[in-house]
């Protein structure tokens, strides 16, 4: 669960800094974010049955209603709630469930992998000792997010160039 989790608030936390928030509050907000999860999925996390239990675990952010684990980490960073708003894509969903974390942003949007066990798995040990993390999946990096921004979020333009790179 350790590794699904930090995926999810660190990706949460990149799209924060994309938009000027200060590292300080953001990495204030991921751990927050991190432990909120832990808690919050404690006697839901099944990896003999991944997706029992994945209703649970989404994460999502829809217009003017923010997830409430979101929410309270936020409050606990000092970020107002409502700065969420114009910080998050309008509509953002996340799917937390053991060896898998994806995400999507729009109703119609595709699926993007932010960290998937197989392919940490199949990582040589080079490549491992070579990055922080081998578990990120290698299409989440920040250098290969921009190239499929436009058809993962139909307002992309709204938001400055840094944080479309983040968000597909």
Not at 79 to 82: G, T
């Given at each position: 669960m350790k590794d699904e989790v930090n995926s999810a608030a660190g990706f949460l936390a990149r799209l924060l800094l994309a938009r000027n928030i200060a590292p300080g509050t953001v990495e204030s907000f991921r751990k927050t974010l991190t432990s909120l999860l832990f808690n919050h999925y404690r006697d839901h996390w099944f990896p003999e049955k991944p997706f029992k239990g994945s209703g649970y675990r989404c994460i999502r952010i829809l217009y003017n209603k923010v997830d409430p684990i979101v929410e309270k980490a936020t409050k606990a960073c000092g970020?107002?709630?409502?700065a969420l708003?114009?910080?998050?894509?309008?509509?953002?969903?996340?799917?937390?469930?053991?060896?898998?974390?994806?995400?999507?942003?729009?109703?119609n949007g595709s699926i993007g992998v932010l960290y998937d066990?197989?392919?940490?798995?199949?990582?040589?040990?080079?490549?491992?000792?070579?990055?922080?993390?081998?578990?990120?999946?290698?299409?989440?990096?920040?250098?290969?997010?921009?190239?499929?921004a436009n058809h993962l979020h139909p307002q992309l333009h709204q938001y400055p160039k840094e944080m479309q790179m983040v968000m597909s």
């Open positions: 970020l107002p709630v409502e708003k114009s910080l998050f894509p309008q509509e953002l969903t996340m799917w937390v469930d053991p060896k898998d974390v994806s995400y999507r942003i729009g109703e066990n197989s392919i940490s798995q199949t990582v040589e040990p080079e490549q491992q000792a070579a990055s922080h993390s081998s578990t990120l999946h290698p299409e989440a990096s920040l250098a290969t997010c921009g190239q499929q």
